[in-house]
T-cell receptor, first 112, second 113 residues
Framework: DQQVKQNSPSLSVQEGRISILNCDYT??????FLWYKKYPAEGPTFLIS?????DKNEDGRFTVFLNKSAKHLSLHIVPSQPGDSAVYFC???????????FGQGTRLTINP | KAGVTQTPRYLIKTRGQQVTLSCSPI?????VSWYQQTPGQGLQFLFE???????NKGNFPGRFSGRQFSNSRSEMNVSTLELGDSALYLC????????????FGQGTRLTVV
């Protein structure tokens, strides 16, 4: 039973445009959500997080939106840059970052 | 401030052997979690240690075990290795407070032959 799902295995976006990565979850007990960026053979790098008491969080070019009623979150990257090309994972947890449930990842490719 | 350090970076082991991986968390972080990444299963939670006690455990067989020392450094052990244990093993450390992120190490790439 996959509690966190990223239904798009890949996404291709032109440089300078907006990248939107989506994530759905099924466990209503999740109250903390994170996005990580990952390159092959490296550990995930934290990007941005949001708790369930908020519906939006921004950090520079990255914005995460949370729709609790739909159990859906999305990551917006504006403007997209070539260095953003990587695999993006969303993760969810109950009560903190100690036990994360990850989605399967979305490979983002930014085209010049 | 130093990040999460995992050693070794790469390992090749034979089926049936055992292996120990090490993780040094960020200074001040007392929670250490371990994850396994494989192409088929993605990133899966193995277990979490806090103050030398295992607090959470994922759905892995008993061949996977771990421990944490008083300085928060952690080790994980896999006994009787199987080919399917080939994976990238990642360690993450975090503060105890809600709303803080987990920082990951570079991982240990284990290949079982």
């Amino acid at each position: 039973d996959q509690q966190v799902k990223q239904n798009s295995p890949s996404l291709s976006v032109q440089e300078g445009r907006i990248s939107i990565l989506n994530c759905d979850y099924t466990n209503s007990m999740f109250d903390y959500f994170l996005w990580y960026k990952k390159y092959p053979a490296e550990g995930p790098t934290f990007l941005i997080s949001i708790s369930s008491i908020k519906d939006k969080n921004e950090d520079g070019r990255f914005t995460v939106f949370l729709n609790k009623s739909a159990k859906h979150l999305s990551l917006h990257i504006v403007p997209s840059q070539p260095g953003d090309s990587a695999v993006y994972f969303c993760a969810a947890s109950e009560g903190g970052a100690q036990k994360l449930v990850f989605g399967q990842g979305t490979r983002l490719t930014i085209n010049p | 401030k130093a990040g999460v350090t995992q050693t070794p970076r790469y390992l090749i082991k034979t089926r049936g052997q055992q292996v120990t991986l090490s993780c040094s968390p960020i200074s001040g972080h007392r929670s250490v979690s371990w994850y396994q990444q494989t192409p088929g299963q993605g990133l899966q939670f193995l277990f979490e240690y806090f103050s030398e006690t295992q607090r959470n455990k994922g759905n892995f067989p008993g061949r996977f075990s771990g421990r944490q020392f008083s300085n928060s450094r952690s080790e994980m052990n896999v006994s009787t290795l199987e080919l399917g244990d080939s994976a990238l093993y990642l360690c993450a450390s975090s503060l105890e407070a809600f709303g803080t992120e987990a920082f990951f190490g570079q991982g240990t790439r284990l290949t079982v032959v």
